[in-house]
């Protein structure tokens, strides 16, 4: 029995095993990156196998316990990639707006500036929404439309942006001078942000130890000769202790998630 989860969970990271370096290059000399990237899935959904393997080899409350375990690790990805794209367009957004300062300094309409700093995006490599965003709103400005705040899929600093565009235009404020404070507010907002982050590396790394310390304590005491893994795994109470426990950790780390997390929201 214990052959099966193998197998499965060797298939799933067969699957779900991100595209080698060199692969990725051929698609992009090819003009095949964009729907190679798509077809590129997160190497860490291959943790789901765990319950799986748990539950075919152990019966239900280990595989409740261990899907428990892979929805709290899917959970912290998810949060971890969208801090990262909420960084990576913070940042993207501050260049741009010096992009644009640097051509109103000169003398350039705030439609010729807007589209330099997109194209000075997708220059550098671009892979957030921001350049394309960019590029909408001069594009809705030059046709003599509002460019007032993109759609609710853009990233929130593009919409920052839209609204100090259309202050501007509402009450005649100077646009240069508009766009040098949203810019500076943003700078502050990001350093902020990331001494908070330094700040909270301590409590984050205290809440991971104490959600793994009953771990610790089952592998000493099975090396105490005490046994734990069989009360737990092959009797009924101890499946119910099992699914308890694991709950009460999982739901310890969400808790001091959503403590820390809260610290830093923008």
Known sequence: MTVIPLLLAAAAAVLLWPAPQAHRRLEELCGRADRGSRRRTDPWLTVWALPAGALIVFGVAPGVAGALVAGAITRQRRQTRRDAARDRDMG????????????????????????????????????????????????????????????????????????????????????????????????????FAARTRAGLAGPRATAAVLAGLPMLGLVLGQAMGADPARVLLGTGTGGVLLVIGTLLAVAGLAWAGRITNRAVAP
Do not use: K, Y
């Not at 640097?102 to 807007?114: D, F, T």
């Not at 330099?116 to 892979?127: E, R, T, W």
């Not at 509402?170 to 350093?191: N, Y």
């Open 92 to 191: 993207e957004l501050i260049a741009a707006l010096g992009v644009m300062g640097a051509e109103l300094s000169v003398g350039a309409p705030v439609v010729q500036a807007c589209r330099a700093a997109a194209s000075d995006l997708l220059q550098s490599g671009s892979s957030g929404p921001v350049a394309d965003e960019l590029a909408r709103m001069a594009a809705r400005a030059e046709l003599g439309g509002d460019p007032g705040p993109p759609p609710s899929t853009a990233s929130n600093p593009v919409r920052r942006l839209a609204q100090a565009w259309a202050m501007s235009l509402e009450f005649g404020l100077p646009i240069g001078e508009v766009l040098a404070a949203l810019r500076s507010d943003l700078l502050s907002r990001q350093d």
